[in-house]
């Protein structure tokens, strides 16, 4: 249909379809008069203004994404038989970056970790690696989770983020020294999401086609380098835009300067698992260099930013149950946890079908008997007298060859305390000392910033922490802190201590 005046504009419909005379008046009973209820097309636009927003994600709420793709340069095939890592091979992809605390509106340029959650459409249905730029976590127990969480958000009266509740858990928590030490370092506030790394973080396994199985760790190396501001710069640059990164991730790649990644694997044969001096499934932990040095297997490019940003990256919907052929589990507690509550997250923010939705649907056949539900549209099975399994009607069936070699387990069933036989401060001692003078200064500063006007209990208790990962880190910080307190005076009466959170 063209429009009124000749030209091949099309006309404006409902969302039925049906032409619309006047989008500019509403219908009533003349210019003094009422509006008339039987004014579908006002009632229409409303209720769909009503309903642009779907629920924010509870963590990694403010998000930039794009379009690329993965080419696998090396050779691991010994080690698995998934096609997307096999030598060639071309696999689509969308990245989402992320901030974790802040809410959908908040500034980009944060201290913050950063996502980096990859979802490949394999041949072999969809592979989702959801990572951070740090290998580690602040946690290794998921059960852990939900409180640490609650630290980084906002306190339930004040309704700010509270320093008090952060140090408060982390000084209570001395899993999360390493995970704290990243975040307080250079890295912990980069410029933008071209000039980090990306990491699984996870042990994962790789399964190959002798059904052997390796325990895995995928890296992705900034091919950009590494840039990162102070939190000066970052308070100036929040002053000046909210959106320093969706500007300079959606500008470069609408340029043509597509932003690179070296991926990189750490393998390690099964049987070392037992034999390690750290618990290679936590999540605290790196697997150091030295004894499982990284190999170079592709290239990561990101190349097309989104069309529709709600569609292509609020509706993205990652999870690590996302999994394909030659890529498994391991029993990494925090990965178990979030084989369940990602999907759970997207089933409650998206709905029931959130993964036929184009951006989230594989490229490859999908055959279910998952039945109705809310917005159901996906075709029934060829012969519609398949719809439950098993069935005499040529309906899709499993497949053994896809079976995984049974993993061996033993222990007593139990809430084993994790924190028991664990060092939490080798691997944060590892890399403050890779660190030069300026890098310790930045983090000492960076860590009496942050801690703000916290009461004197718990940064003597996080303090303490920190000099049992090296007498300088708790020197450092305690005299950083003495310096912070002569800068900002007023924080240190003892009636600001009890506002602690109020004025954070
Ligand atoms: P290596 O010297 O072989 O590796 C050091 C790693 O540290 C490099 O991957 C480097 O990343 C990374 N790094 C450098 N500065 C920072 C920073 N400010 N924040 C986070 N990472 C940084 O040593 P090891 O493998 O023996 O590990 C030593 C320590 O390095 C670990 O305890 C861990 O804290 C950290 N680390 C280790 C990783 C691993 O997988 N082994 C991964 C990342 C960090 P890049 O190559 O990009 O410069």
């Known amino acids: 249909m063209t429009d009124q005046s000749g030209t091949d504009r099309p006309v404006l419909t409902t969302s039925g379809g049906n032409p619309i005379a006047d989008n500019q008046n509403s219908k009533s ?7 008339l209820l039987e004014d579908y097309q006002l009632i229409e636009k409303l209720a769909h203004q009503n309903r642009e927003r779907i629920p924010e994600r509870v963590v990694h709420a403010k998000g930039w994404g794009a379009h690329g793709k993965l080419t696998i340069t090396g050779d691991i095939s010994r080690y698995t038989k998934a096609k997307v890592l096999q030598p060639g091979a071309e ?39 959801v990572g951070n730029n740090t290998p580690v976590f602040f946690v290794r127990d998921p059960l852990k989770f939900p409180d640490f969480i609650h630290t980084q958000k906002r306190h ?9 509740a952060m140090w408060d858990f982390w000084s209570l928590s001395p899993e999360s020294l390493h995970q704290v030490t990243i975040l307080m370092s250079d890295r912990g506030l980069p410029t933008d999401v071209r000039h980090i790394n990306g990491y699984g973080s996870h042990t994962f396994a790789l399964i190959n086609d002798a059904d052997e199985r390796f325990w895995v760790k995928f890296h992705f190396k900034t091919l950009q380098g590494h840039r990162h501001w102070s939190n000066e710069e970052a308070g100036a640059v929040v002053g000046r835009t909210r959106e ?4 300079d991730l959606f500008e470069a790649i609408e340029k043509g300067d597509f932003p690179l990644w070296k991926m ?11 034999k390690t001096p750290y618990n290679p499934f936590d999540l605290t932990k790196v697997w150091p260099h030295g004894d499982y040095p990284p190999i170079d297997i592709g290239i990561l490019e990101l190349n097309r930013n989104a069309d529709n940003y709600f569609a292509e990256i609020e509706q993205l919907a990652m999870s690590p149950s996302n999994i394909v052929p030659g890529i498994g ?14 999907a759970d997250a997207h089933r409650h923010r998206i709905g029931t079908h959130y993964e036929a939705l184009p951006v989230n649907a594989p490229r490859s056949p999908v055959h279910t008997y998952h039945k109705d539900g809310a917005m159901r549209f996906t075709p029934n099975n060829p012969n519609p007298a398949a719809y439950y399994e098993p069935n005499s009607f040529s309906g899709p069936v499993e497949d053994k060859r896809f079976a995984e070699p049974p993993l061996k387990i033993s222990g007593d069933a139990d809430r084993h305390n994790h924190r028991e036989g664990n060092d939490d401060f080798g691997q944060p001692r ?7 003078a300026g ?3 930045r983090l000492f500063a960076n860590i009496a910033a942050a801690m703000g006007n916290i009461p004197d209990e718990i940064e003597e208790r996080q303090a303490r922490l920190f000099d049992q990962v090296h007498p300088d880190y708790g020197a450092g910080v305690r005299r950083a802190r003495v310096e912070y307190k002569g800068r900002n005076p007023s924080i240190s009466a003892p009636t600001d201590q009890l506002l602690s959170d109020a004025s954070a």
């Open 439 to 441: 890098q310790k200064e």
């Open 29 to 35: 009973a003349g210019p003094r008069g009422p509006l």
């Open 91 to 129: 696999t689509d992809l969308i990245l989402r970056f992320s901030t974790v605390a802040g809410e959908a509106g908040a500034a980009d340029a944060e201290r913050d970790v950063r996502g980096f959650a990859i979802k490949f459409y394999t041949p072999e249905g969809n592979w989702d690696l």
């Open 244 to 247: 320093s990164t969706q500007e």
């Open 264 to 274: 990189q694997v750490q393998i390690m044969p099964e049987e070392d698992a037992d």
């Open 430 to 436: 590892a890399l403050f000392t890779l660190f030069d």
């Open 156 to 164: 339930p009266r004040t309704n700010l983020r509270s320093p008090t």
């Open 329 to 342: 589990f391991s029993p990494d507690k925090m990965l178990q946890a979030r084989v369940f509550s990602y």
